[in-house]
């Protein structure tokens, strides 16, 4: 996000949009019956084979019971291979769906969210239904948007009024309505500022750094109202406040990358910036993270080892949106994507090009020798993730998508892939996406998770895909994958989530992509006209 300096403490001017066009960015409309059916008085899944979100191996064919919005029962209904027993199945519900040969996982958690601007993506409809045919069932906007518009429509999402995920509301420190805000930023402001965002109910706090002392009060004051927290380290504030002190004050969550390379300096206290490095250069600003891949300790060394200890034995949770800056490492990749024609808002699309206002539209004079910083850098942040996870770590999935070439949705599956690439095994993409999400959220207010893992007694939040994710994790995408059919000679289209199911509502996966496709064509529809995309003319 795009950070101006005030006071001492960074601020980011996205924040800024967000909270002056909070309530001029359009709510979800009011849920019809043609979005989703249910919460049924009695919903039975059968047959169908569970990955349950802890880890655990798949298990099936087992039928799934719901009633309302809560799961009642699992039951084992027999081995692979086999006829299923019909003895002993659960008896008949309101509504039944077959799971012969398809898989069902708890609903995905993405915890790193932004609703879009009036000038991007004006409809939170947009954003809801990617994310819901993504299978993400539950959002933490960091910020969503503006902080009353967002409570409100969390509200609405928690009544199943509207077609959303649940959503999570983190706030910006020194932010919200009817904050009045002071030039001097002191930690007895900070503590007021707590107890203002407590008192409108917020579930957490968001921080982009700040002089030590004010953030350890924000988070110690915190922590007494069972606020999370979470923090992107904004780079002016990295000499004196790196991702471990953060974490010594008491921030729970790290996300992105911004100051763990700084934790781990070895030829610089501070990083060696070109003479000319302007922070308000966003080129610059994105360009030079990824130079610091080769100035830090080594793999395996006792200072990269003590690091990953310390966070480990302190429960720090490590979100790290490798997919919003991965067009870093292959712009071309990013900007060809399959879906943006048809699923990215041409608005949204003009927003990603070159642009010096637009934060994340940095793409000035890209180049090969950008690019391979970030592959590098790619390398050793992934290394660390890994290895974080191996010892014990959480690592959780969030994707910041709405910047950067990054749709909402799409992306989010994108996140997957890339844990897998840096050494998760599937399994273990899953639980962090469901499990270790759901607790990364619940926890600061509760000791058990009402989400993110199949058991009787949890909320219906569930995902089913007819391929199986654990094979090939591209399956999940809204649009499939392709493979070849031998007996035809021809490639289809497979996969793709067929069903969300989020608080006992079921969700059609493919008629909510398909609404999305109907916005996008229609704001097409109205351009009428040339646009310019990747210095390229074309007309809609």
């Given at each position: 996000?795009?950070?101006?300096?005030?006071?001492?403490?960074?601020?980011?001017?996205?924040?800024?949009?967000?909270?002056?066009?909070?309530?001029?960015?359009?709510?979800?409309?009011?849920?019809?019956?043609?979005?989703?059916?249910?919460p049924y008085t009695r919903l039975v899944i059968r047959g169908i084979t569970v990955i349950d979100g802890t880890g655990a191996a798949p298990m099936g064919p087992v039928d799934v019971v719901v009633e309302g919005n809560r799961i009642v029962d699992v039951v084992s209904v027999g081995v692979p291979h086999r006829p299923i027993r019909d003895k002993g199945r659960p008896a008949k519900g309101e509504r039944e769906i077959d799971g012969t040969g398809k898989y069902l996982m708890p609903g995905f958690v993405d915890t790193h969210v932004h609703y879009g601007t009036p000038d991007k993506a004006p409809d939170a409809e947009y954003m809801n239904k990617l994310w819901l045919a993504s299978g993400v069932t539950t959002v933490r906007g960091v910020p969503g948007g503006g902080l009353d518009w967002t409570l409100k429509e969390r509200e609405r999402?928690?009544?199943?009024?509207?077609?959303?995920?649940?959503?999570?509301?983190?706030?910006?420190?020194?932010?919200?309505?009817?904050?009045?805000?002071?030039?001097?930023?002191?930690p007895e402001l900070g503590r007021e500022w707590v107890r203002f965002l407590a008192g409108k109910g917020a579930d957490g706090i968001k921080l982009f750094g700040g002089d030590p002392d004010v953030v350890a009060a924000i988070l110690d004051e915190g922590k007494k109202y069972k606020l999370g927290s979470l923090a992107h380290l904004g780079q002016e504030s990295e000499p004196r406040l790196t991702a471990i002190d953060a974490t010594r004050l008491g921030l729970r969550t790290v996300t992105h990358s911004y100051g763990l390379f700084e934790s781990m300096l070895t030829q610089t206290t501070v990083q060696d910036y070109p003479a000319d490095q302007n922070y308000n250069d966003e080129q610059m600003r994105f360009g030079q993270v990824a130079r610091n891949w080769d100035k830090i300790a080594q793999r395996g060394s006792p200072q990269w080892n003590g690091l990953i200890d310390e966070w480990v034995k302190g429960g720090t949770v490590l979100n790290p949106t490798f997919t919003i800056y991965s067009a870093g490492r292959d712009l071309m990749r990013a900007y060809t994507a399959e879906w943006h024609d048809q699923y990215t808002l041409p608005s949204l699309m003009q927003y990603y090009?070159?642009?010096?206002?637009?934060?994340?539209?940095?793409?000035?004079?890209?180049?090969?020798?950008?690019?391979?910083?970030?592959?590098?850098?790619?390398?050793?942040?992934?290394?660390?993730?890994?290895?974080f996870k191996n010892a014990g770590g959480h690592v959780t999935v969030g994707t910041d998508a709405g910047f950067i070439y990054q749709t909402y949705g799409f992306t989010y599956i994108q996140e997957l892939e890339m844990l897998r690439e840096a050494g998760f095994t599937p399994l273990e993409v899953i639980r962090?996406?469901?499990?270790?999400?759901?607790?990364?959220?619940?926890?600061?207010?509760?000791?058990?998770?009402?989400?993110?893992?199949?058991?009787?007694?949890?909320?219906?939040?569930?995902?089913?895909?007819?391929?199986n994710?654990?094979?090939?994790?591209?399956?999940?995408?809204?649009?499939?994958?392709?493979?070849?059919?031998?007996?035809?000679?021809?490639?289809?289209?497979?996969?793709?989530?067929?069903?969300?199911?989020?608080?006992g509502i079921v969700f059609d996966s493919k008629k909510l992509l398909g609404d999305v496709a109907e916005m996008v064509a229609k704001q097409k529809a109205a351009i009428k006209g040339p646009v310019t995309l990747q210095g390229v003319s074309k007309t809609y």
């Open positions: 996000m795009r950070q101006r300096v005030r006071g001492g403490l960074v601020l980011v001017a996205l924040v800024a949009v967000a909270l002056a066009h909070g309530q001029k960015l359009t709510p979800a409309p009011p849920r019809s019956p043609s979005d989703g059916g249910g999402s928690a009544k199943n009024e509207i077609t959303a995920p649940r959503i999570y509301v983190y706030q910006p420190a020194f932010t919200g309505d009817g904050w009045k805000d002071k030039p001097e930023k002191t090009q070159p642009n010096r206002e637009n934060h994340g539209s940095f793409f000035y004079n890209w180049t090969t020798e950008d690019e391979v910083a970030f592959k590098n850098y790619f390398r050793i942040w992934m290394e660390f993730i890994n290895d962090s996406a469901t499990l270790y999400g759901a607790e990364e959220l619940q926890s600061p207010k509760q000791d058990t998770v009402d989400f993110g893992i199949i058991r009787p007694g949890k909320l219906a939040d569930m995902v089913i895909v007819g391929e994710p654990l094979a090939n994790l591209k399956v999940l995408y809204p649009t499939g994958w392709m493979r070849l059919n031998d007996a035809t000679g021809k490639t289809e289209r497979v996969g793709g989530i067929e069903y969300t199911i989020k608080d």
